[in-house]
């Protein structure tokens, strides 16, 4: 998971692919949506370069967000790990989400079931 201030564009997209590959070392199976930053010059650029090689791609429909993982996370993370929480800034909500992934990262037939939901696995 990478946090950061501002927005997201392709190029943290990049950064976030090459950080994958540097922790996995096995082939990727990356399943995203269709958000511009997925599909930008930089994306392109990088798969190109060679990338694609360890790294495939499968775009989800446009917008079903049912069948997108992540949203089971990021609605787990929502309503269980930060639930009831009041930070006092963003540095604080940042730390308070990082402990959240962490304790997420362990329960692993919790992380399961956002794959089994739209019938990934």
Do not use: T
Request: overall charge positive; proline content about 7%.
């Amino acid at each position: 998971m990478m946090v950061q201030k501002r927005a997201y564009n392709s190029e943290d997209v990049v950064r976030f692919l090459e950080q994958l590959l540097w922790c996995i070392p096995e082939k990727l199976l990356v399943i995203w949506d269709g958000a511009p930053i997925h599909r930008g010059q930089p994306v392109k650029d990088f798969l190109a370069s060679g990338a694609a090689g360890r790294i495939h791609l499968e775009q989800l429909p446009g917008y079903a967000p049912e069948l997108n993982p992540a949203e089971g996370i990021w609605g787990y993370l929502k309503r269980v790990g930060l639930k009831n929480l009041c930070c006092q800034n963003i540095p604080h909500l940042r730390v308070e989400l990082c402990r959240a992934k962490e304790r997420l990262r362990h329960k692993v037939d919790i992380i399961k079931s956002f794959i089994k939901q739209p019938g990934f696995y």
